[in-house]
């Protein structure tokens, strides 16, 4: 290389200083700013595989607490078919047929009141099949009160039968 060509224009000479300082300091600081953003990468990737062990108790604990919420929920729903297919099953041993039934939670119902039931149910039978159906439903516990109840003359005669509405409330003292 020749040294004239510095000698003949400033800008020249300042250019082959100035531009490899130039291109180090731009090299230097993209690799400075790359490397802070892959270590505050690192860092957040450690603080949350150092949480991982917390965030997976917090875990297993809120699906504990779903699943017990399902079973009850499950078990709550046993009990209403089992007291559904009871009430059935009293009805047929009585001769009274029951048309329809519906099995809820007592909308007043608090906290405290968690375990009370309330059934309507329609049915025809005769008066005295009504009345047995009844007298079995409340049994010795007397843990049923007849909150409703509705008889129609459906036929006349000797056989009369009945229409009845029913709204019972069982309470349950186990819960």
């Not at 224009?9 to 180090?24: G, M, Y």
């Amino acid at each position: 290389m020749d040294l004239g060509v510095f000698k003949r224009s400033r800008v020249d000479f300042l250019a082959w200083i100035l531009c490899p300082v130039l291109l180090i300091a731009a090299l230097h600081f993209g690799t400075r700013s790359y490397c802070k953003h892959v270590n505050a990468s690192v860092a957040w990737r450690r603080a949350f595989v150092d949480e991982m062990p917390d965030l997976d108790k917090r875990l297993s604990a809120a699906k504990a607490s779903v699943d017990r919420f399902v079973e009850a929920t499950q078990a709550h729903a046993e009990s209403l078919e089992t007291l559904s297919e009871r009430l059935s099953a009293l009805a047929d041993g009585c001769g009274f047929s029951i048309n329809e039934v519906a099995v809820n939670e007592w909308e007043g119902a608090t906290s405290v009141d968690a375990g009370i039931v309330e059934v309507e149910l329609e049915g025809e039978g005769r008066w005295l099949d009504i009345a047995q159906f009844m007298d079995l439903v409340q049994g010795p516990e007397g843990l049923v009160t007849i909150e409703m109840g509705r008889l129609r003359l459906v036929q006349q005669g000797r056989q009369a039968r009945y229409k009845c509405e029913l709204k019972l409330r069982f309470y349950d003292l186990t819960t």
